[in-house]
């Protein structure tokens, strides 16, 4: 069975302050890694999507690469409105549009 | 230019009801997607429906059921309201089918059953 695994569930950060995000997943045969941010009381906002291992996009202070196994979200020198809940899921290979998603990382930014 | 756009924002029913949300797409998406979040948990799909016809529905009870309309708006209709139905249900909606489809999400509705 599909299934992604995102960690931490939480991480708090100091302005500044880089890190990254993982996610792990477990396909037959990956056709699509998403990256989506959601803000609270919103629904997910599209960032990004991976197909073959070594692919790498970015977009401002965010960075996702991807492997065979995961992928991460690297977020380099953070800003409080990068505070949000950011989500992975990966296509489920069949002639639908169904994401399956992982249950998200909570990132919270201070100043 | 609009985004998807779903109604109500909010809602509260009693255990046994029945709901019905509604949807509308960006202008020219012709797919649109059901997805419920529990709090604390990633969205799961519920439904998918493209060009009026079901193309995708995922491990939810016979209570659910939606549909798609001529101009690809969607409703999506829950029965015999249980507890465990309380959630934000998330409407999604993109050009065609398929693994390189981006979806667009709605705000969606949070549902309180009560």
């Known amino acids: 069975e599909d299934q992604v695994t995102q960690s931490p569930e939480a991480l708090r950060l100091q302005e500044g302050e880089s890190s990254s995000l993982n996610c792990s997943y477990t396909v037959s045969g990956l056709r699509g890694l998403f990256w989506y941010r959601q803000d609270p009381g919103k629904g997910p906002e599209f960032l990004f999507t991976l197909y073959s291992a070594g692919e790498e996009k970015e977009k401002e202070r965010l960075k996702a690469t991807l492997t065979k196994k995961e992928s991460f979200l690297h977020i380099t020198a953070p800003k409080p409105e990068d505070s949000a809940t950011y989500l992975c899921a990966v296509h489920d290979g069949g002639a639908t549009n169904k994401l399956i998603f992982g249950t998200g990382t909570l990132l919270a930014v201070q100043p | 230019d609009a985004g998807v756009t779903q109604s109500p924002t909010h809602l509260i029913k009693t255990r046994g009801q029945q709901v019905t949300l509604r949807c509308s797409p960006i202008?020219?998406?012709?797919?649109v997607s059901w997805y419920q979040q529990v709090l604390g948990q990633g969205p799961q799909f519920i439904f998918q429906y493209y060009e009026k016809e079901e193309r995708g529905r995922g491990n939810f009870p016979d209570r659910f059921s939606a549909r798609q309309f001529p101009n690809y708006s969607s409703e999506l209709n829950v029965n015999a309201l249980l507890l465990g139905d309380s959630a934000l249900y998330l409407c999604?909606?993109?050009?065609?089918?398929?693994?390189?489809?981006?979806?667009?999400f709605g705000s969606g509705t949070q549902l309180s059953v009560l």
């Open positions: 999604a909606s993109s050009l065609e089918v398929g693994v390189n489809e981006k979806l667009f």
């Open positions: 202008s020219g998406h012709k797919s």
